[in-house]
């Protein structure tokens, strides 16, 4: 090769054919991996029963004219008698109310009644909303969800398939990390987390991390693990040494409780979450609960949040379509609906799916994340139930010597119903004398619990006279079977002024409910374990989801939330087992996601140390079109090539070679730098190029942001690959395949000014007109 006037020097060709040759020959046919034994599955402990909290009601007053709002809700309440618990117009909803019903009418009867009351616009009961979660026991670190090479990731299982993940490695070599608030709404977020408090939101001026929905605090700390888990899959610290990582490395976590200890939360809580998120800057709300009862309250708050809501599909192995489960099955177009996938690259067994309502798969079985801490707390006061003379009794309970926590005894509280829908006895077992707590900062009641029966409901509420109670936490379970399990439940700010009364109520059919170490305490206490788990579910899914959001937001910040939505859900891996169960088919690819975000730089032309694959995007200006106008200015000490491939062969090209968009160049320069040309202002016509059979040199005309699949309508299938070249880290990408999906996906958008390789299966003319 000779080299041309401007001294520009000989250097190596790109070593490019080699690997070209390889894509056409091996890339096609890719063997399909064994087929593994399918995984045998924990017994998932959901809770099937969907209920509503006793003695509310959500009630919403139509018309625009807050005053007559107020006048309707107002006279409506008083002919009742019901009091208002709480009013979120001066949240910014207006019309909407939380209302505590007399004791004489049920939750339906008010129904019937607001609904007939002319200028209610719905009444509707405050249903619970559960976590989507299988527990499991911790193990040895595997986070196949991030990275499958087909390694063992858990004792006792079969390996997972190489790539059936979400692809976080090729995405972390743009970036690892979330700068937008990522708002976790569940049981609250252990923010004292080694590998994760960090990541957490803070209140600058408070120096608080968050909201507490339930005690209406600004302290969200997990008193489960749900949350935690939920957190970690999200933005658990990376790089740092110590547990896993999270899909963002550096994240933006804001912990908002409105679920308690058992993952039971209400629609009213949930709505205060939302808004408290909302206005505190979330822009992700990631959703791993759901209720099988539409709420009318929670859809337009959903609706009306300037916002992207992931949400779980549900625990069931059931059809949405058929039985659809809320929040994930509303209608709406800031919602994104997620399944479980496992290690296998199958549709989790207990994931829920539809074709119509569930969009996407993402790894949800086995899942290895951050748990809640194990703290020591101080005890104040405790009962370990030696005797029970410090207990009112209200039912069959007594002292159980054969199973307790601490000797010598715990308390056995039965019930026994044997007719179904009927009124359910009770056992209540209240303290005689109050609690002080006046002085506590953060006081905390915590218990040992362990439950048995069927049907079975179990609260513990406070009171501050002895007559007025308040739910502090509430669980219902269809079918209950739970070992010991420690709860921790905290007290309402409003509740803490005064002396407290503490009660457990259970009832149901044939329950037996054991209690012990009834503890009062202050704050968490020390820290005696950091822990880490595998967890099953939907609930697992979504923080993939979420955290992808937040990684594909953060760096396309000026896209509206659709067209991330479209990121995530145009660009997945095809499943089997997802195919006529989701919209896609697919399990989430994250850096799919991200190179079909991929944005253009300005009119410039970067270079980096090494060879480099440049084209032009727009006609130059005559007199300044040349490569020795454009090139020309690149600065490098050990002088430079410029390259173009035409026809099978590499051509040198000369100093007055005029340059055009449609082809691409190779340069090679020792430094970064960048080039500005400077285009026509004149651009239009038409601009065609002859192609060859075989790999061209190719560059997009125009700087809008568009598919390959767009780009090259104008020769139809002729094309199969497209392959770009990472000059920064001077590699190729992955190729664009002609109606390929996930990372290989022709909807990836083609960058202007980058060069491109283009192999076409004919000689053919691509011709554009702009």
Known sequence: MKTCSTGWKKRTYPKIMFFLILVVLVMPFTSAMPTLPPELHLEQSQNSIDSYMPGVLLVKAGGEDSTHQESVLASAHTSIGATVAK??????????????????????DAVAYYSAIPG????????????????????????????????IYKENTNPGIPGADIHTPQAWNTST??????????????YLHADLSNNIWTNTATGTHGYDAITGTLDPMDLASHGTHCAGI???VGNNGIGGSGVNWNATILPVRFLNSFGTGTVSDEIEAILWAERNGARIFSCSFGGKNPSQAEYEIIAETDGLFICGAGNNGQDNDVTPLYPTSYDLENIISVAATNAQDELASFSNYGKKSVDIGA????????????????????????????????????????DFISPPSSARGTVNNTVLNQTQPTAIISLKEPLAISNLTNPIISYQLQMVGAYSTFSIEASNDNLTWKTLEYDRKQITLLPWIYRESKIPTDMKEAPLYIRFVADGTF???FLDDITLSDGYGALTE???GYMDGTSMAVPFISGMAGFLITYAPDDPYSAIKDAILKTVDPVQGLENKTTTGGRANLSAALTYLKKPDTDTINLYPGWNHVSVAKKLISGNDTAYDLFGKVTNTSGHSILRY???????????ETITPLSSYWIWTGMTQNITPLPDLNQNGTYSKNLSKGWNGFGVLGTDSESAKTRLTPIGNTWTYLIGYDSKNQQYEEPIIRDGTGNQSDSRNLLPWQGYWLYVTDNVTYQVTN
Not at 366 to 378: C, D, F, G, V
């Open 87 to 108: 009013d979120y117009s001066a949240e910014g909803f207006a019309g909407l109310q939380l209302i505590e019903l007399p004791e004489i009418m049920s939750v339906n």
């Open 120 to 151: 209610i616009e719905y009444a509707e009961p405050d249903y619970f909303r559960t976590n989507t979660i299988i527990p499991n026991d911790p193990d040895l670190f595997r986070q196949w969800g991030l990275l499958n090479t087909g390694q």
């Open 177 to 190: 990390k979330s700068q937008v608030p990522i708002a976790v709404l569940d049981s609250g977020v252990d």
């Open 234 to 236: 999200i933005g658990a």
């Open 363 to 402: 790894p949800g079985e086995a899942i290895y994340s951050t748990k809640h801490n194990l703290y020591t707390p101080e005890p104040i006061w405790r009962d370990s139930f030696d005797t029970l003379n410090n207990w009112t009794i209200h039912g069959n309970w007594t002292l159980d010597t054969e």
């Open 511 to 513: 329950i037996a409910c």
């Open 530 to 532: 950091t822990r880490y």
């Open 646 to 656: 035409y026809n099978t062969s590499w051509i040198t090209v000369p100093a007055d």
